[in-house]
């Protein structure tokens, strides 16, 4: 199996990647072939889609950025484990060009150039205590990856975090864990 996890966090070894940490243990746990490819949207240069269309008419984007790369293993990926916290009600800025630039698998309107069968999970993590807060971004980004063809597997909305990682409940872990186990 091979997993590709984009954190959008800027923070390296914070809620997000903790999470996706506990779901990459348990998706190892089932299948002991497993390949990840770890992006940290933060250390990457990932410019903001131009809205050129350049991509609809060779079929691909005419930056030469970062995101190639990561095009390149979305392509052989079998599960995207997208992980982002709230920042100002959304997911964050590098997180949100990721996502404009996955434009570029869009070939018409429903025309998608992604293989089928991808499968993906978002992880969202937010310092607000009520999980429904911002549950219409996981929603959105649900509507994004199912637009690309993509099979959901799961959502984790991890409310009332703070900064201090010696503060994420085991709980969050054993859910996070739990849905890896079932992939």
């Known amino acids: 199996m091979k997993v590709v996890t984009i954190s959008c966090s800027p923070r390296v070894g914070g809620n997000s990647d903790l999470i996706i940490n506990s779901v990459l243990d348990g998706i190892r746990n089932a299948h002991s072939d497993m390949v990840v490819d770890k992006f ?3 250390n990457l240069d990932i410019k903001g889609c131009k809205g050129c ?31 982002s916290p709230i920042y100002m009600g959304y997911i964050t800025g590098i997180g949100k060009n990721f996502i404009d630039r996955l434009f570029a698998f869009s070939r018409g309107h429903f025309d998608i150039s992604l293989p089928a069968g991808k499968k993906f999970i978002v992880i969202l993590t937010q310092g607000h205590d009520r999980e429904d807060a911002y549950r219409v971004v996981a929603d959105n980004l649900m509507n994004i990856f199912n637009g ?36």
């Open 148 to 183: 690309l063809g993509m099979e959901s597997k799961g959502k984790i909305i991890a409310a009332g975090l703070t900064s201090n990682v010696a503060d994420i409940r085991k709980e969050i872990l054993e859910i996070a864990y739990n849905v890896g186990t079932r992939i």
């Open 40 to 42: 940290k949207l933060n």
């Open 53 to 83: 269309y350049q991509c609809k008419r060779t079929g691909e984007c005419i930056q030469k950025d970062d995101m190639q790369q990561i095009y390149s293993k979305m392509n052989e990926a079998d599960l995207l484990i997208f992980a």
